[in-house]
């Protein structure tokens, strides 16, 4: 009995440390990522990488500034298109929550967040690139906006849910319309959480490089017009890490550096914002 | 009156927006099989039985590419699981409250790195790092097709270490949220009975246990559909093989190498045929485990209505 009690406390201790291991293997790699794309990102970062147009093979110095301005562009597309019908589709989910639409593209939005990336890409390529025989900015910026559709609504449906029943019925009671209440009071109420999940899928669309391999593809050249192709900061970092040069290599961390500080500012900044809140939501 | 018309108006102009991103997803299924049809007319089941792919004679077998993608997905759970699991225990059973916040932070910062970033970082640091391992295999282990072949580092090994990585905090932050939903009473049931910590963690995780399946399963789906850092490590050679040693393709990666260079048709209908499978593969497994996820959620319900026989006698 003694001796099966010893070994009853010996397994709850070896799970515990099994488990404590395990949170130190997870976080072996991320501390190895982020050394390796500080010290190679740093080492070959400076003013040119952000000023300066690429330069041809076997010339050294010159920067990204092309890719900067193109990745900016197309996920500034991809925003546009989100945006609205992500914010409006999640507003009628929270609105009409009980009827069988709201619980349809509830289901719709959750499919298409577990779409792959590639999948999006070639869907946007038979829409967006196909029918005018032209690879766009323009479609890799779709490309992206359907990716950040399901996130944005999803947080905006969410969001709406948690401004307090009182403040619409309170409208509702000053005999608003369903559409002015829903617009002047409980929009306004969820609007700082609902930039917070704009934010969360820019960050979440800001990496990605499958979708516009072959929407956007890629530009040597300077350009911000929509219809043309266009160089992308995760493209162009693809590029130059297959490459068999060292100094494309040295940019391509570079680019990788830039590509972790976006994502990563957006996704504190959105954390912070939401900590923001829940505490307001404590405190009121 | 107005406000009836308002209402309706309103009502119509949201549910629109709404019936977009329905659209969308019947949209991709139907855009992924009409530019496929070439392929799928021409070549039948036979598409997924053969492993010739040449583009250039006109002849593509997709075997590989399926092969590649379920082994390496599969790999890269066996790997993952049980790290994600032991995470989620420690965060959401063992960690010390100040901890947790941290702990769930630096999981979700993991999440957030670009694809991109993981397959640069696994081209210049893990292929070596794995190159080096297989460079220094017993030559008796050697003989084990598992681990047969030439050492170069680009191939299964690589590839799944990478994924795992990438899974990891994926699964772990959903069975953290499952096993937060398991209620408090069931461990502290488990304690009265005098059980040890382990025993009340095994508890929860019988209690959750649908939940924690659909959160590594979410997570292998999430695995099946990546691209990039993939791309970069598995040595992109279409052959199906069983060595972790041996450079092979996936589904996602024969994509995002050919599609911008497909000339004829008949190759970009069949690299579309390959999209829509794993469109179809992914939907599945994630639709498999949403539906784990949320019966856990719906059995705690009819327990928590349970005591309503007053409702029945009136």
Not at chain 1, 243 to 264: F, K, T
Not at chain 2, 3 to 30: H, K, N, P, Q, Y
Not at chain 2, 174 to 201: K, M, N
Not at chain 2, 234 to 241: E, H, W
Request: proline letters at 6%.
């Amino acid at each position: 009995m003694a001796l099966r009690d010893r070994w009853r406390k010996f397994l709850s201790q070896l799970i515990v440390v099994l488990c404590g291991g395990a949170v130190l293997l997870a976080l072996l790699p991320l501390a190895l990522i982020l050394f390796y794309v500080v010290t190679q990102g740093f080492s070959s970062l400076n003013t040119a990488f952000f000023t300066r147009m690429p330069v041809p093979i076997g010339e050294t110095g010159g920067g990204m500034l092309n890719s900067i301005v193109g990745s900016l562009i197309v996920i500034g597309i991809g925003a546009l298109l989100a945006i609205p019908v992500g914010v409006i589709s999640g507003i009628y989910a929270s609105e009409y929550r009980g009827t069988r639409l709201a619980a349809a593209v509830r289901f719709a939005a959750d499919t298409l967040n577990g779409v792959p990336s590639i999948v999006i890409g070639v869907f946007a390529y038979g829409v967006a690139v196909l029918p005018f025989q032209h690879f766009s900015a323009a479609a890799g910026g779709f490309a992206l906006g359907v990716m950040m559709l399901p996130l944005v609504m999803r947080t905006t449906e969410e969001l709406l849910l948690l401004v307090p029943q009182t403040l619409r019925e309170g409208a509702l009671a000053l005999g608003a319309t369903r559409a002015r209440a829903v617009f002047t009071v409980v929009v306004p109420a969820a609007l700082p959480g609902i930039l917070t999940g704009i934010l969360l899928a820019v960050a979440r669309v800001a990496g990605e490089t499958a979708p516009l391999l072959f929407t956007s593809l890629n530009n040597a050249f300077f350009t911000t017009d929509p219809r043309q192709p266009i160089s992308t900061l995760t493209v162009q970092v693809y590029t130059y890490a297959i490459s068999p040069y060292p100094d494309w290599h040295r940019q391509a961390w570079a680019g990788a550096l830039v590509l972790v500080g976006m994502v990563l500012s957006c996704s504190l900044l959105a954390r912070l914002a939401t900590a923001r809140m829940e505490r307001m939501q404590r405190g009121g | 009156m107005k406000t009836r018309s308002d209402e309706i108006l309103f009502r119509a102009g949201t549910g629109a927006f709404a019936v977009v991103i329905i659209a969308i997803v019947a949209a991709i299924g139907w855009v992924l099989y009409t530019d496929s049809a070439d392929s799928i007319w021409k070549f039948g089941w036979q598409f997924w039985q053969t492993e010739i792919w040449d583009p250039v004679s006109g002849e593509f077998g997709a075997r590989p590419f399926i092969w590649g993608t379920l082994y390496s997905s599969l790999l890269a759970l066996l790997i993952a699981a049980p790290v994600a699991l032991g995470i989620a225990i420690y965060v959401s059973e063992l960690s010390p409250g100040w901890a947790q916040r941290p702990l769930v932070f630096v999981t979700e910062l993991l999440a957030a790195i670009p694809s991109i970033v993981y397959g640069l970082w696994g081209i210049f640091v893990l292929v070596p790092f794995v190159r080096r391992l297989e460079t220094g295999t017993p030559e008796w282990l050697k003989a084990v097709p598992l681990f047969s072949g030439p050492p170069l580092g680009l191939g299964m090994l690589s590839a799944a270490l990478l994924l795992a990585i990438m899974v990891v905090p994926f699964s772990s932050s959903i069975a953290r949220e499952v096993l937060r939903a398991v209620p408090q009473s069931q461990r502290e049931g488990a304690y009265a009975l005098g059980a040890t910590r382990w025993e009340a963690i095994r508890m929860a995780l019988f209690y959750a246990r649908t939940g924690i399946v659909g959160a590594i399963m979410l997570g292998f789906g999430r695995a099946l559909g990546e691209t990039m850092a993939v791309t970069m490590v598995i040595g992109n050679t279409p052959r199906v093989s069983v060595s972790l040693f041996a450079p092979q393709y996936t589904m996602a990666a024969v994509i995002a190498n050919e599609f911008a260079e497909a000339a004829d048709q008949l190759h970009v209908h069949a690299l579309v045929e390959i999209g829509l499978v794993l469109f179809v593969i992914t939907l599945v497994v994630n639709g498999l485990s949403r539906a784990f996820i949320w019966s856990l959620g719906r059995q705690r319900a009819p327990r928590a209505a349970a005591p309503q026989p007053a409702a029945e006698a009136a």
